[in-house]
């Protein structure tokens, strides 16, 4: 099966009526292309997590993502505060969220976590008082 | 067992998908945050939560989570509803804890899930 | 039924609060949200949670609940053990998913 796609996605901050709405069409996109649902998943939990910070955190972000046939790539930019210390951000349980994400069940400080987890590579730089960029990329292979 | 089975024992009731009340379910999830479901959570699952905003639905939407409980009586708003109108999900309400829903639903042989995803080596405090 | 039994028979692993399994447990209680545990749970709750971070601690003190049940072997944060030291809560972790753990403790109370 011959895999090619690709598309970008604009994310408004601070939108969280839609949130979520961006990796509900790229999981059903992905899912029609035939794309093995474990792999599904890891790029539903990679999307949505980033998604959900764009919202939270940022004035605005683009997801954009490419599917090839041997793997898919993620790449997430927003611009927004960045992150002051990204060692931290990445660990577990770290987190900065306001009450009012937490209301909405996120914010438990395991989004980049998740995010790092379901990657075969990832890559994260941010720029405080400008924004954070990641690279994801996950192997779509037959092991 | 089925959704109308789900009704009988949690003593719930329907608030989307009255015509889809005929689907089999055997496992279930309890969450009240959206990450571990994300990470958790198996396909075809029921979604037992006290969170009744519109990301539950996209959540449930994304992983293929069968049906949605809301437990503690909670009732969900207009938005919610719409949205798991629109994606198809069922909401089923149901007056008990979260704690006695699971026992409940434990008792009549639901069986919890985890789902294992990607890589094991958390990055932790 | 006392804690002390309840974590012999659902194989908790205890964590800190050794000495303070004869106490009650009037029920169960699982939730995540703290706003939540805080404003439904009852006094002598066992809570079970995935929640490991210390405010845990000061939620359970407050409410006066027998104890927190970490679920799919999540390990308290290592204030959080601390600080149950010093309150006096008890900290298990269970292998299980907060459902199972759920309904076995429905089954083994009722």
């Known amino acids: 099966m011959s895999f090619n796609y690709e598309q970008s996605f604009t994310i408004q901050g601070g939108n969280f009526t839609d949130a979520g709405e961006v990796s509900v069409f790229i999981k059903k996109t992905l899912q029609k292309m035939g794309i093995p649902s474990e792999i599904l998943r890891r790029v539903a939990i990679a999307t949505y997590e980033s998604e959900i910070n764009i919202i939270s955190y940022a004035k605005a972000g683009v997801i954009y993502i490419r599917v090839t046939p041997e793997n898919i790539i993620i790449n997430i930019d927003d611009e927004g505060p960045g992150i002051e210390n990204i060692e931290l951000a990445m660990r577990a349980g770290y987190s900065t969220a306001d009450e009012k994400i937490r209301e909405m069940g996120f914010g438990a400080g395991m989004g980049i976590p998740n995010i790092i987890n379901c990657s075969d590579d990832f890559t994260l730089t941010s720029e405080v008082s400008k924004g954070t960029h990641l690279k994801i990329i996950i192997n779509i292979s037959t092991n | ?125 | 039924m006392k804690l002390s039994h309840i974590a012999k028979e659902l194989k908790f692993k205890i964590k800190c609060g050794e000495e303070l399994l004869e106490r009650d447990v009037s029920g169960g209680y699982v939730g995540d949200l703290l706003s939540d545990v805080m404003a439904n749970s009852k006094k002598g709750n066992l809570w079970i949670t995935r929640q490991t971070h210390q405010n845990i601690v000061a939620v359970a003190s407050l409410k006066d609940l027998a104890g927190i049940v970490l679920v799919q072997g999540k390990e308290p944060d290592a204030d959080a053990l601390e600080k149950a030291s010093i309150e006096g809560i008890p900290i298990l972790v269970t292998e299980l998913s907060s459902f199972d753990v759920a309904g076995k403790l429905y089954i083994l109370l009722s």
Not at chain 2, 23 to 31: C, Q, R
Not at chain 2, 85 to 104: A, K, M, N, Q, V
């Open chain 2, 1 to 125: 067992m089925t959704l109308f089975d789900i009704i009988d024992i949690l003593d719930a009731k329907v608030l989307v998908g009255r015509d889809r009340l005929n689907m089999e379910v055997k496992t279930a999830f309890s969450a009240d945050l959206l990450s571990d479901v994300l990470a958790f959570a198996k396909a075809g699952s029921l979604l037992l939560t006290g969170l009744t905003n519109p990301q539950i639905v996209r959540t449930s939407s994304i992983l293929d989570i069968a049906a949605i409980v809301l437990v503690r009586g909670k009732v969900a708003p207009d938005e919610t509803l719409r949205l798991a109108d629109e994606l198809d999900i069922p909401i089923l309400s149901t007056r008990y804890i979260l704690f006695e829903t699971s026992g409940r639903l434990y008792e009549h042989g639901i069986k919890g899930c985890v789902e294992k995803v990607g890589r094991d080596d958390y990055v932790s405090l």
